[in-house]
């Protein structure tokens, strides 16, 4: 690890934080918008998801915007939206037009989702291509905690009916911040060769600290060589079924497990169990507390029990966690224990799930399809977030334990498909586990 390399990273993964943090903020904001804009459940719900309807956009298209004009330049364009959405729902004089600032801010999550990992994963040294692309994920936790965070500091400011846009203005900051440090590092080696300029390629590999600069550029211009020896082909063929397969499962699995209904809506679930606003407040603060040191925990393993391991083992956590979160709402008896069972599940889907997705999907695809892969799993990833943010409130105004019971079985089916299918990509070169699916 050095300097240059290390830096690279963190400005790769700094889109991670402002993903975290407009995750995270809307819970603190929801019902003071109910109240404002008079929302039901499903203007809740539509509020909430149009966010990620402008995810799934930013997914399915900075790919090819990714590959066109390379992974930096793409994240620039990704700031500016999140720039534009910070200011537009701090200063939204309507709830159409908090819509349209949040439809923005979507954008750039979705975009950022997809380069930033990849961004960073071909940068990357293989030994440390776990940790690093899992630094982004780390970054989306630290965001999350964040948000959280100013939204407790902020509702004990007593600022009446201006407490929402104060907590969606916090974000301007960061996403300024974003946007200048992304003029400060290299451009992908593996994207410059193919736009032929070698001499600069070598030169990042240096920088990046590669051990034979030379050789490993060597390798890539072979790869790149061998993708030009053939036509463009369609991601969406048969011998690309088990990357794909695996890409999308593990980004529906995701949201799946209910996390981001808990992110969301948090403030509201722990509200129902009984919690004052300002506690439920501080409990959302305790579980991105959880939520990183989890994800810490999960990325000092990654590259050493593997993947694989780690999502069979999340997934068990996480099976025990929701069913104890789905008896205490079914009895509606020792609500005390709601806490322990959702700082049970945040750990064990953060050390799994949460430290694991974003490194697979970015290994997976050989590099001739690799951006068009990760649009493909990010937006599995999206659009199930979407739908499940849109019919959360609805479902649990009738019952809090229904959507707990659905997430237990899921996660029961996560692991068994984890077992049966999903292979080990762990200390492997991208060219190598491109070799292992026979795609090279």
């Given amino acids: 690890m050095n300097r240059y390399l290390f830096k690279a990273t963190m400005v790769g993964a700094l889109g991670g934080l402002l993903f975290g943090f407009d995750t995270a903020v809307i819970a603190g904001t929801t019902q003071q918008l109910s109240q404002i804009f008079h929302l039901t459940p499903w203007t809740l719900g539509l509020t909430v998801s149009i966010g990620l309807a402008g ?63 990849v961004y960073i994963a071909e940068l990357a040294p293989p030994k440390w291509r776990g940790r690093l692309v899992g630094l982004f994920q780390i970054n989306i936790v630290v965001g999350v905690l964040l948000a959280y965070l100013s939204n407790y500091i902020l509702v004990l400011q007593n600022l ?20 200048w440090m992304l003029y400060g590092i290299p451009r992908s080696s593996r994207w410059l060769v193919t736009t032929n300029q070698t001499d600069e390629a070598l030169e990042v590999l240096r920088l990046m600290g590669s051990p034979d600069c ?30 794909l397969f695996l890409a999308v499962s593990i980004g529906m699995f995701n949201q799946l497990s209910g996390i981001n209904a808990l992110l969301y809506y948090s403030n509201s679930i722990f509200a129902s169990a009984g919690f004052s606003s300002n506690s439920a407040a501080l409990q959302t603060v305790g579980v991105g507390l959880m939520n990183l040191l989890g994800t810490l925990f999960g990325m000092s393993l990654i590259d050493k029990l593997g993947r694989k391991s780690l999502m069979l083992i999340g997934s068990a956590g996480m099976v025990v966690a929701l069913s104890g979160v789905s008896w205490v709402f079914f009895t509606q008896t020792h609500q005390r224990l709601l806490m322990g069972c959702f700082m049970l599940f945040i750990f064990f889907f953060s050390i799994s799930q949460g430290s694991v997705i974003w490194v697979y999907i970015s290994e997976v695809f050989p590099s001739r399809v690799r951006s ?69």
Wanted: charged content about 10%; glycine content about 10%.
């Fill in 214 to 243: 030379a050789a490993e550029l060597q390798e890539i211009v072979a790869s790149v060589h061998l993708e030009r020896g053939v036509k463009p082909e369609p991601l969406f063929q048969r011998k690309y079924a088990l990357p």
């Fill in 372 to 440: 068009k892969g990760q649009s493909v799993g990010s937006s599995s990833h999206w659009i199930m977030n979407a739908l499940l943010a849109g019919v959360f409130p609805y479902i649990a105004s009738r019952s809090h334990a229904l959507p707990f019971v659905f997430f237990a079985l899921m996660m029961a089916l996560q692991f068994l498909v984890v077992l049966l299918v999903y292979p080990e990509t762990k200390q492997r070169s991208l060219e190598q586990i491109q070799s292992r699916f026979g795609l090279g």
């Fill in 55 to 117: 995810t799934i956009l930013g997914a399915m298209t900075s790919g090819v915007l990714g590959q066109k004009i390379g992974g930096r330049e793409a994240l620039r364009i990704m700031a500016s939206l999140y720039l534009i959405s910070a200011l537009g729902c701090a200063f939204a004089w309507s709830w159409n037009a908090l819509m349209v600032a949040r439809f923005i801010g979507g954008w750039g999550i979705g975009g950022s989702s997809v380069l930033g990992p």
């Fill in 160 to 179: 009446g009916t201006a407490q929402w846009r104060w907590q969606f203005g916090v974000a301007i900051v960061p996403s300024a911040l974003f946007l």
